[in-house]
């Protein structure tokens, strides 16, 4: 899972792999080649998701951001 590599990266790159994580899954949703360039700065509309788009990108980044351990309250 994406959380337990996250683990393993420095803090000083924490930020770039987390960046990288979002920016790939935009990409997929905006159908758009891995190579091309987004806006870093612009809001996720003006990059061109819709609000079907931003309901996917929540369900995704659930998904990559399970936890690593389960926890179960008795």
């Known amino acids: 899972p994406w959380l337990s590599d996250y683990s393993m990266v420095d803090a000083e790159h924490q930020f770039q792999v987390c960046k990288s994580m979002l920016s790939k899954i935009c ?3 905006l159908e758009i080649e891995e190579t091309e360039d ?3 700065d612009a809001g ?3 990059i061109g998701l819709d609000s ?3 309901a996917e990108l929540a369900t995704r ?3 990559e951001l399970k ?3 389960h926890v179960v309250a008795t």
């Open 27 to 29: 990409k997929e949703l």
């Open 67 to 69: 936890p690593l351990l």
């Open 44 to 46: 996720f509309f003006e």
């Open 52 to 54: 079907l788009m931003m």
């Open 38 to 40: 987004l806006d870093a």
């Open 61 to 63: 980044l659930k998904e």
